[in-house]
Nanobody, 124 residues
């Protein structure tokens, strides 16, 4: 499975961005998908996750009400819509796939496949 994240960029505080994660090589329609981020000098953290069907989602407290994760299995693509962006959202954002068929997980070690990351910079 190869994951390609895109859509990052520079945006002013209060602005919006939509990240995309396209999967190839093998279908990820049966995998849970997650978005993570890593700011300079900090550990990688979970931002949002979604089940294979899209029926269940989970968000970090810091992004609840501002970010929305969604997926289109027909396109093998997962999205992260980010609104009301803050300077503290600045980080490299990664998408990842989890083959686990149970509850949504947020640990970086629990995900099996990773994309290369896309930079999001929010200016104040």
């Amino acid at each position: 499975v190869q994951l390609q994240a895109s859509g990052g960029g520079l945006v002013q505080a209060g602005g919006s961005l939509r990240l995309s994660c396209a999967a190839s090589g093998r279908t990820v329609s049966s995998y849970a998908m997650g978005w993570f981020r890593q700011a300079p000098g900090k550990e990688r953290e979970s931002v949002a996750a979604i089940t294979w069907s899209g029926g269940s989602t989970h968000y970090a407290d810091s992004v609840k009400g501002r970010f929305t994760i969604s997926r289109d299995n027909a396109k093998s693509t997962v999205y992260l819509q980010m609104t009301s962006l803050k300077p503290e959202d600045t980080a490299v954002y990664y998408c990842a796939a989890d083959r686990w068929l149970g509850y949504l997980r947020s640990g970086t070690h629990e995900y099996d496949y990773w994309g290369q990351g896309t930079q999001v910079t929010v200016s104040s």
